[in-house]
């Protein structure tokens, strides 16, 4: 009965393949997010949906492409990945986007570009 | 640039001592979560304050938001190794929320 889930848990690829990381919550939140978490355990904020609905698209280069087919799933897609995409990836869930809700993460993707 | 700064960066202590990890900024926040993660997993929310001035406690934790709302404390009493981890604060405005960097939390047997 996991509240959020990702796949996968690691990632490892060359540089310039394209791939995806999904992510699932059970708790029937309105609001999902993807985070991305540098070296140095740095938290920044990548996208955020309310209801399918994109709210949030901080700076983040294009080749970053969520999509969110439904109030349940965020998936991330990235094309052309460079090495300074290595992270962890978070994805997370709060019932609004407002800023004081809890947000549940899930687990983590750590991708890794070679 | 990081709009909060959390110091220390790194705190390791014995079973039993009190310790304080410091949130600050030069932003305004109308609220301040702090969250703890431990590794391989994602940060799980402690607290949230609202209100400048605000003191919360949970068991042996005190959180405290400063008067200007521009800056946060945790006080740990008592620390056990189950409190050790990654404390993160959190300011939040309107949608989005802005972590620091985290302080990383030893607690040593």
């Known amino acids: 009965d996991t509240a959020v889930s990702q796949t996968p848990k690691y990632l490892v690829t060359q540089m310039g393949n394209d791939k995806s990381i999904k992510c699932e919550q059970n708790?029937?939140?309105?609001?999902m997010y993807w985070y991305k978490q540098d070296s140095k355990k740095f938290l920044k904020i990548m996208f955020s949906?309310?209801?399918?609905?994109?709210?949030i698209n901080e700076t983040v280069p294009n080749r970053f492409s969520p999509k969110s087919p439904d109030k349940a799933h965020l998936n991330l897609h990235i094309n052309s990945l460079e090495l300074g995409d290595s992270a962890v990836y978070f994805c997370?869930?709060?019932?609004?986007?407002?800023?004081?809700?809890?947000?549940?993460f899930g687990p983590g993707t750590r991708l890794t570009v070679l | 640039t990081q709009l909060l700064e959390q110091s220390p960066q790194f705190l390791s202590i014995q079973e039993g001592e009190n310790l304080t990890v410091y949130c600050n900024s030069s932003?305004?926040?109308?609220?301040l979560q702090w969250y703890r993660q431990e590794p391989g997993e994602g940060p799980v929310l402690l607290v949230t304050?609202?209100?400048?001035?605000e003191v919360k406690k949970l068991k042996r934790l005190t959180f405290q938001f400063g008067d200007a709302r521009k800056d946060s404390s945790l006080h740990i009493t008592a620390a056990q190794p189950g409190d050790t981890g990654l404390y993160l604060c959190?300011?939040?405005?309107?949608?989005?929320?802005?972590f620091g960097a985290g302080t990383t939390v030893t607690v040593r047997a």
């Open positions: 997370a869930s709060s019932d609004s986007p407002a800023a004081t809700d809890t947000q549940y």
């Open positions: 708790l029937g939140h309105d609001t």
């Open positions: 949906y309310n209801n399918k609905e994109l709210i």
């Open positions: 932003s305004v926040f109308s609220s």
């Open positions: 304050v609202v209100t400048g001035g």
């Open positions: 959190a300011g939040g405005n309107d949608y989005k929320l802005s």
